[in-house]
DNA sequence: ATTGTGGCCTGCCCGC
DNA sequence: TGCGGGCAGGCCACAA
């Protein structure tokens, strides 16, 4: 699913609109659009506008025009941004590789003919106008140990659900926290204010290294837990059977022998 | 204030 | 072969 590297490939084709005049705004799902606002809300903002930059914040994509509204884009579990035919991914974990058009949600169309949509078949996306940016903690692959140490002390919440959480670091989702905490031997359901010095460093030293290999290799589902990631699946480090449980409300894979 | 839970969306997979 | 139940997870509202 869409997860921070997703959502950065799709930044990436999204840059390829910059520049370009909107000449004509589909909204129309109006379930899609978040934050208060209409679909026709949207083409008031939107219609005869020039995106300037792109910029993302965890799982949210940002365009900016230069001295109107921001375009704010989520795209839930299944969400792809499309850009004049092209997916900003190759494929997405859970989600369907078909082309319904009942699935695009939101397009913009800009002049010369280029196209820009939103094709969400669960509709669990959004877009939205000027989205809250202040509701978002600092992105994940900027985190420092400074911000890692203040977000995690004190708490009581499980470790995954903290790291997951978009309020304290941004762009985390399932797999690449599973993925992460595996990589840490850190036991998801950990009190995430119960980790030591040592134990922290850690945690962010295999963050970074796992953004950057997995981006690599092409997305959040491309981890080396991914493939046991079922009912039954075994540790790949170990052998020893996975557990599978709920933490932080997200159906959970962990290794009992080496993740502690 | 912090943490936990349930519901929403709907395509797809599995078992009968 | 068709059908239905369960499952996937990001996000939000709401409860404790």
Not at 45 to 70: E, H, N, S
Not at 91 to 109: I, K, Q
Not at 125 to 147: F, N, Y
Request: proline share 5%; charged share 30%.
């Amino acid at each position: 699913m869409p997860e921070m590297l997703e959502v950065e490939a799709y930044r990436r084709l999204a840059h390829n609109v910059l520049g370009l005049a909107v000449v004509a705004v589909d909204a129309p799902d109006a379930w899609i659009v978040k934050g208060g606002t209409t679909p026709d809300d949207l083409v008031d903002a939107f219609l005869g506008q020039t995106f300037v930059a792109d910029r993302r914040i965890g799982k949210l994509l940002l365009l900016d025009t230069a001295t109107g509204p921001t375009l704010g884009l989520r795209f839930g579990m299944t969400g792809v941004l499309d850009v004049d035919g092209v997916d900003g991914i190759d494929r997405l974990e859970y989600g369907s590789s078909r082309r319904n058009p009942v699935w695009d949600r939101f397009g913009l169309r800009f002049e010369g003919g280029r196209a820009m949509r939103l094709r969400d078949a669960r509709r669990l996306g959004g877009v939205e106008v000027d989205p809250d940016e202040r509701r978002l903690g600092p992105d994940a692959s900027t985190l420092t140990a400074a911000q890692l140490r203040i977000l995690l002390a004190e708490r009581k919440a499980p470790l995954k659900a903290r790291l997951m959480d978009q309020s304290a670091v941004a762009g985390l989702g399932n797999l690449l926290t599973d993925e992460l905490l595996w990589r840490a031997s850190l036991d998801p359901a950990r009190p995430a204010g119960s980790l030591s010095d040592p134990e922290r460093r850690r945690l962010r030293t295999h963050l970074h290294q796992t953004l950057v290999e997995l981006a690599e290799r092409g997305g959040s589902h491309t981890g080396d837990l991914q493939d046991s990631r079922v009912r039954g699946g075994r540790c790949p480090r170990d052998g020893a059977e996975l557990q599978r449980r709920t933490v932080g409300g997200r159906t959970t894979y962990s290794c009992p022998e080496h993740q502690r």
